[in-house]
């Protein structure tokens, strides 16, 4: 199968294959659309089956960086950038390095940052080579560092706006969120929930990670197969993606769906079977853009937290929109939310 023809091609404006011998480095990097500005979005360290399965990840997270950049009104395109974590490859200065010089050979058409499996340092090691990087250390209160601490505070407003619209509630008081992976995003959400009252159930592939959780909250553990299917008010998928699927959906017992992890659907069609059983799903792209907020808002310079904390104010009020029109016509939370973003996109192309 060539890459054109992938399920997931999309009309990518390009696809770099990176395969570096000097740090064994593979990458790929994703631009889906520039339209809107250079393609931002993160890198991804993981084990992937093979090439094949990275290949699908980077460009589904890409496009997903599209829609996510468009209706957060960021000057961004969309892109994404995948490195194959292998043995022949360790974790090293040199291979975020050699990265970077792939980044740097696109001029500033991709600008790349943490994601999963990633650093603020990885990033510092990134920024030696190109300029096209953000998510570097931050100083005092301007703009910038991990973005993750920004991502779980939209997540965190996202929530509460869904459990009022779902649930009624005007507090997160006694109102029980389910947290699938304690990681960064994870672990700054379970801190503001459990500051607002709600109660706990968290689960971990990553004992170390299960613990810090542990030990600084009052948390119920589960393990990691049973958690997406806690009795609970609230699911929030803070790990990976492809977990609501034909399969999962039916056992689901929250009532509201929403979390950090890119690409929670499986497929479109997800969409519609948890609207299908009442379970309202907030749709991850647009619950989990404060971090690339605050990479927009350090990229481009001349802002601070104070700023970037606003702009993730507005998470909230986009959500409502959604789920008012969800509410009145009865169609899935993602396919509004797909063609509001692919609406941005395509005013901003002819502009
Ligand atoms: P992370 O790697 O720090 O945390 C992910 C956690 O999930 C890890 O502790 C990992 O062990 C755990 N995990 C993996 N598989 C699991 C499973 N099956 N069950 C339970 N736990 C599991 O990553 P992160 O930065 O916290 O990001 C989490 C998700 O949010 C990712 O999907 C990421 O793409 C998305 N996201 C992150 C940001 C950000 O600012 N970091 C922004 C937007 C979206």
């Known amino acids: 199968m060539s890459v054109f023809d992938h399920p997931e091609f999309d009309q990518h404006e390009s696809v770099t294959f990176i395969d570096d ?4 480095l593979q990458a790929i990097i994703a631009i889906h659309s520039t339209a809107l500005g250079p393609a931002a979005g993160g890198c991804r360290r993981w084990q992937y089956a093979d090439s094949k399965a990275a290949l699908t990840d980077a460009l589904r997270l890409s496009r997903g960086m599209t829609y996510k950049n468009a209706i957060a009104g960021l000057k961004f395109g969309g892109g994404k950038s995948v490195i194959l974590a ?3 490859a360790p974790k090293s200065p040199q291979l975020f390095r050699a990265f970077g010089r792939a980044v740097d050979a696109l001029n500033g058409q991709y600008v790349t940052a943490e994601d999963v499996g990633c650093s603020v340092d990885d990033m510092r090691s990134v920024n030696e080579v190109t300029r096209y990087v953000s998510g570097l250390p931050k100083s005092g209160a301007s703009a910038g560092g991990d973005p993750s601490p920004m991502t779980a505070m939209g997540v965190f407003l996202g929530i ?3 459990v009022r619209e779902r649930l009624g509630k005007d507090s997160l008081q006694d109102v029980t969120v389910a947290v699938q992976g304690v ?11 459990h500051e607002a009252g709600a ?4 689960a ?3 004992r170390h990670n299960l613990q810090l959780a542990r030990d600084e909250l009052p948390v119920t553990e589960v393990a990691p197969n049973a958690l997406l299917f806690s009795n609970v008010d609230v699911l929030a998928p803070c790990a990976l993606g492809n977990v609501l699927t034909a399969q999962t959906i039916p056992n689901i017992q929250a009532r509201v769906v929403a979390g950090a992890a890119n690409n929670q659907l499986a497929t479109e069609t997800d969409g519609a079977r948890l ?7 907030a749709p991850d792209y647009v619950i989990n853009a404060g971090g690339i907020i605050n990479v927009a808002h350090e990229y481009f310079g001349n802002s601070s937290e104070e700023k970037v904390l606003a702009e993730v104010g507005e998470i909230p009020r986009r959500l409502e929109k959604i789920f008012a029109e969800a509410a009145e016509t009865g169609e899935a ?3 509004i939310a797909d063609r509001m973003a692919r609406r941005i996109v395509a005013a901003g192309a002819k502009g």
């Not at 011998?21 to 064994?24: E, I, K, P, R, V």
């Not at 109660?199 to 968290?202: E, I, K, Q």
């Open 275 to 281: 609207a299908a059983r009442e379970i309202l799903y």
């Open 199 to 202: 109660r706990l159930t968290v």
């Open 333 to 335: 939370t993602n396919l």
């Open 183 to 193: 990681g960064h995003v994870g672990l700054n959400l379970c801190r503001l929930l």
């Open 86 to 88: 292998t043995d022949d």
């Open 204 to 206: 971990d592939v990553n």
């Open 21 to 24: 011998a000097d740090t064994g």
């Open 160 to 162: 509460q706006a869904a």
